[in-house]
């Protein structure tokens, strides 16, 4: 079982930048598709990003421009880059594997004036 522990949130002013990471256990992470999903208040949860273990990526559109999955299989962890932060953008950031379905606890994204 694949334990997945996220980090990076915070409260941030419209336009700001934030950085999460996602570290991961287990000795086969290179070949593992990541992603990156956000649940806001009242709704359902959604996928943001998701990078293969080849390195390709694919994001959501409302999310295009903005943010940059990336990952590094020596560190085992995974990143989500957030530029030009949106209050819509707030929510509980979770990670996850697409092979074992594994998830972690979330990171609250808070983006306010």
């Known amino acids: 079982q694949v334990q997945l522990v996220e980090s990076g949130g915070g409260l941030v002013q419209p336009g700001g930048s934030l950085r999460l990471s996602c570290a991961a256990s287990g000795s086969i992470f290179s070949i593992y598709t990541m992603r990156w999903y956000r649940q806001a208040p009242g709704k359902e949860r959604e996928l943001v990003a998701g990078?293969?273990?080849?390195?390709?990526?694919y994001y959501a559109d409302s999310v295009k421009g903005r943010f940059t999955i990336s990952r590094d299989n020596v560190k085992k962890t995974m990143y989500l880059q957030m530029n030009s932060l949106k209050p819509e953008d707030t929510a509980v950031y979770y990670c996850?594997?697409?092979?074992?379905?594994?998830w972690g606890q979330g990171t609250q994204v808070t983006v306010s004036s």
């Open positions: 996850n594997t697409r092979e074992t379905n594994s």
């Open positions: 990078i293969f273990g080849g390195g390709g990526t």
